[in-house]
């Protein structure tokens, strides 16, 4: 039988590789998602048929909103999973966990905003989603015959990638801790 020691160290070399192929998919598609958007985004003409920009608009705003599900999803997980690690190198290393101390100062996104993993997410995908509903509006603009359609289109997809930004960075925010239940008192 294993002792409790080894259990822990077997557990914490699970959990880092789960956390370390996470984190992979992570960067993959964090690198995929605004090339493939801003790819196509600059490629599409000004001469294209209102519903050839609806279709292509629709298309890539459908493909990466199940991408972005696919992320919350997994950065549910990477949260979890992080959270035991740290746990289990509480455990084990007589000098703490590795990473992820309380110290120090947190950057700044020019020299303003709290920088966080959340604020980058949410900005990656709000950007690709707001491309893709700046050619689905477009194209329906276009395709309805309204003046301006580029134009609106365009305010259109940024009034988008700030919902997706502000979405995204909430939907990721830490559940608060549940405090401990008191007894009930006897009367």
């Known amino acids: 039988m294993l002792e409790k020691d080894e259990l822990l160290r077997l557990e914490y070399e699970h959990a880092s590789r789960l956390l370390g192929s996470l984190t992979e998919i992570r960067?993959?598609?964090l690198a995929l998602v605004p090339t493939v958007t801003g790819a196509v985004v600059a490629l599409v003409s000004p001469g294209r048929t209102g519903?050839?920009?609806l279709a292509i608009g629709a298309l890539g705003l459908?493909?990466?909103s199940g991408v972005l599900t696919y992320e919350l999803r997994n950065g549910e997980l990477r949260r979890r999973v992080s959270g035991r690690v740290h746990r289990i190198e509480v455990a084990l290393f007589p000098d703490g966990p590795l990473a992820g101390g309380r110290g120090g100062r947190t950057p700044r996104l020019f020299g303003l905003i709290p920088a966080s993993h959340r604020l980058g997410v949410g900005l990656v995908y709000g950007a690709a989603l707001g491309g893709w509903v700046y050619l689905l509006a477009w194209g329906a603009l276009l395709a309805a015959g309204a003046g301006h359609a580029q134009a609106v289109?365009?305010?259109?997809?940024?009034v988008a990638a700030f919902g997706v930004v502000w979405e995204v960075v909430s939907a990721q925010r830490p559940e608060p801790e549940p405090a401990e239940a008191t007894p009930a008192t006897a009367p």
């Open 62 to 64: 459908v493909v990466t």
């Open 27 to 29: 960067f993959k598609l």
């Open 153 to 158: 289109g365009l305010a259109i997809g940024a």
């Open 51 to 53: 519903v050839e920009l």
